[in-house]
């Protein structure tokens, strides 16, 4: 069972000064099945894997390039990287799973306080003419988001993804690097736009759009 106990001290043994590193574990089930999904970052570099439909999809963000690979095939896309997606590497922080602090920052209204898996969180929730997006999420200033429903207005479809934390640990550069069997095409951030409309892209789904495409 996925426990949503945040760790913030595993691993101390990490260099002072190095940069910062977290982990997390989210597990999403909507009207379109079970989705699973592992993510990893250090700084700015961030490495997910996730099953979609029992493909394995590895997703690298590392600098200026954005990886996208058939972890079955081990067939890739290396795709150059959005200027504005750059920009938001030059502001730091964690690249991954922010709902909590974007919930806040677009206005979302806090609903109430619960408790998940023992421990307080606020929750809020934003409503427009997408949809509705409710996000638990810590209490203290780091905002981790441990628990995210959304309903989707148009498909009138509904998820719910539990997530758990953990960070401080020491992982080596080249985990955020493709595994050097993989076959990569390389292409450059207009030709990926320009042939979204004829189809997928890339060998694999893009699943973290903002760090392609900014925000």
């Given amino acids: ?19 910062e590193t977290w982990f997390a574990e989210a597990i999403t089930q909507s009207d379109l ?20 439909g029992g493909i ?4 690298i963000v590392n600098g200026s390039t954005y990886y996208a690979i058939n972890g079955r095939t081990l067939m890739g896309t290396a795709i150059e990287r959005a200027p504005k997606a750059l920009a938001n590497d030059a502001k730091g922080g964690r690249p991954f799973l922010n709902d909590g602090e974007r919930m806040i920052a677009m206005g979302g209204e806090k609903i109430s306080s619960e408790r998940i898996a023992g421990r307080p969180c606020d929750v809020y929730r934003l409503t427009d ?22 309903f989707g207005r ?9 997530i758990n934390w953990s960070r401080g640990f020491d992982v080596p550069d080249a985990f955020f690097e493709p595994d050097p069997r993989v076959t990569l095409e390389r292409i450059s951030y207009e030709e990926y736009v320009r042939r979204a409309p004829n189809g997928m892209p890339s060998a694999v789904p893009v699943l973290y759009a903002d760090l392609l495409h900014g925000h």
Avoid: F
């Fill in 1 to 19: 069972m996925l426990g949503l106990t945040l760790t913030p001290a595993q691993g101390r043994g990490a260099a002072e000064g190095s940069p």
């Fill in 33 to 52: 099945g079970i989705e699973s999904s592992y993510l990893w970052s250090k700084g700015r570099k961030m490495r997910a894997d996730t099953v979609v």
């Fill in 56 to 59: 394995p999809v590895v997703t």
């Fill in 129 to 150: 003419s997408d949809g509705k997006k409710t996000v638990w999420m810590t209490e203290d200033s780091l905002h981790l988001p441990v628990k995210i429903e959304l």
């Fill in 154 to 162: 148009a498909a009138g479809q509904t998820g719910t993804t539990i």
